[in-house]
């Protein structure tokens, strides 16, 4: 068992109930600071069990072990489309030379009908791909391969065309920009 990943698992459960570790700890009638400690020592399966049960999940889901459910890919997609039309997120197009670098798994070969969007997204980036009527989402954590998703394909489209209404609507600004410039 990762206690890391446990650890992370479990403080990103709490976030997404909206109460702190200290508070979990307090309704399992956990000692202050037990969860804490986990980080640095296993803890009891009886105490992971508790946790898992306390957030309706399986202990496999908590510590990591389980695949990542069709529920918890619509909530990414859902937070990526969100923060997209917030604006908290700019995606960018991308051109050849900014995948010079890069190792996808599994590849794919850059061509002209290629159409590329990338961000920077927590800890790395994330890029979408699209190629004849087919979108894919990487992910490129530092110092890893950028690994293809396996997203709800009907939230990508959602988001992709939130792309490219973006895309038009700058190019939309930019030209009346260039009316205003060259009639002055």
Same mark, same amino acid.
């Given at each position: 068992?990762?206690? =890391?990943?446990?650890?992370?698992? +479990?403080?990103?459960?709490?976030? !997404?109930?909206? +109460?702190?570790? #200290? !508070?979990? *700890? ?8 037990? +969860? ?9 399966? *009886? ?26 890919? #619509? ?10 039309? =917030?604006?908290?997120?700019?995606? /960018? ?16 070969? /850059?061509?002209?009908?290629?159409? %590329? /969007? ?9 890029? +979408? ?9 990487? %992910?490129?954590? =530092? ?7 396996? *997203?709800?394909? !009907?939230?990508?489209? *959602? ?17 009346? /920009?260039?009316? %205003?410039? %060259?009639?002055?």
């Amino acid at each position: 068992m990762d206690i =890391d990943l446990l650890y992370m698992n +479990i403080k990103e459960y709490c976030a !997404q109930m909206g +109460i702190s570790i #200290s !508070q979990l *700890e307090k309704e399992l009638h956990f000692g202050t600071g037990t +969860i804490g400690k986990w980080k640095q020592s296993f803890p009891s399966i *009886e105490k992971v069990a508790a946790v898992a049960q306390f957030f309706h999940i399986s202990v496999d889901e908590l510590c990591g072990l389980k695949k990542e459910t069709e529920v918890t890919k #619509s909530k990414f997609m859902e937070g990526l489309i969100k923060k997209t039309l =917030d604006g908290e997120i700019i995606w /960018y197009p991308c051109p050849y030379h900014d995948f010079m670098k890069i190792k996808f798994c599994p590849p794919f070969h /850059y061509s002209d009908i290629n159409e %590329i /969007y990338g961000t920077d997204y927590e800890m790395g980036s994330l890029f +979408i791909k699209y190629e004849e009527n087919d979108l894919t989402l990487y %992910i490129l954590l =530092d110092g890893c391969n950028c690994m293809k998703q396996d *997203e709800n394909m !009907q939230q990508l489209w *959602e988001l992709w065309k939130i792309l490219k209404d973006k895309e038009q609507e700058m190019q939309e600004r930019i030209n009346e /920009y260039k009316k %205003i410039f %060259i009639n002055e």
